[in-house]
């Protein structure tokens, strides 16, 4: 065998150990527990690739019992109950109710979000949340969201995708579709990059929570359906 030959072959055969150990330590990391607060067709949607990644989930909505197929359909990893229960249970909690619902979740829940990285996937619309949804849409949905729901390690994050394409394109093959992501903590925003690529998204981190206005729904980022390079370029990234 000649010498450029073996070399060859031994540089295959690390880089495989290399590509083996990683999936390893990935395997490796403990599932997290997150909590679904207004568990419709977004919630429904990431539950079920959380659960796939290997994640645990609570679903919930006013009425939870409306969730138990889906939860028997998930297994073991997926369970029910209120969103104060959700609330309680996530070590993240995401966040998928009409927005003009959002600061009724903050009074009712905030003590038990506290602390927690919370995944923020509304969108302020006038015609169906009222003058609040303008004040929001004014300020920029991530800052507004603050006010509403403060003591959280907020992160606005999954407004920007339509829940057919969060089940659609999942995971797809080549070029994935982009995510962006926006907050004051990094620390909540590592947590939600690892989220977002494990339900088969590429995160792009925009910048602080003021930089939300930049994916806010009438911005018309979430109908363009980009890849991360095309989302980079579309904001100046």
């Known amino acids: 065998m000649h010498a450029s030959l073996r070399r060859l072959i031994v540089k295959v055969l690390c880089g495989l150990l290399l590509l083996a150990s990683t999936a390893s330590l990935a395997q490796d990391q403990p599932p997290l527990r997150i909590g679904i607060i207004g568990t419709g067709a977004m919630g429904s949607a990431l539950a079920r690739l959380w659960v796939e990644a290997g994640h645990e989930v609570m679903m919930s909505s006013r009425h939870p019992e409306q969730l138990q197929p889906l939860a028997d359909e998930l297994g073991e990893r997926a369970r029910i109950g209120t969103p104060a229960q959700a609330a309680d249970y996530g070590d993240v909690i995401l966040l998928t109710v009409p927005y003009g619902a959002t600061p009724q979740v903050g009074r009712d829940h905030g003590t038990l979000m506290a602390g927690k990285v919370v995944l923020d996937a509304g969108n302020p619309r006038p015609e169906r949340d009222g003058p609040m949804a303008e004040q929001a849409h004014s300020l920029g949905s991530g800052l507004a969201s603050q ?75 979430s109908a363009r359906s980009l890849t991360a390079p095309q989302l980079r370029e579309a904001l100046g990234l």
Do not use: W
């Open 147 to 221: 006010r509403f729901l403060p003591g959280t390690r907020l992160v606005k994050a999954f407004n920007a995708i339509s829940a057919y394409r969060l089940r659609s394109e999942a995971h797809r093959d080549g070029d994935r579709l982009a995510i962006p992501l926006a907050s004051d903590d990094e620390q909540a925003l590592e947590v939600a990059a690892q989220l977002v690529k494990d339900a088969g998204f590429d995160p792009v981190i925009v910048g602080p929570l003021a930089s939300a206005k930049r994916f806010d729904f009438q911005t018309g980022i």
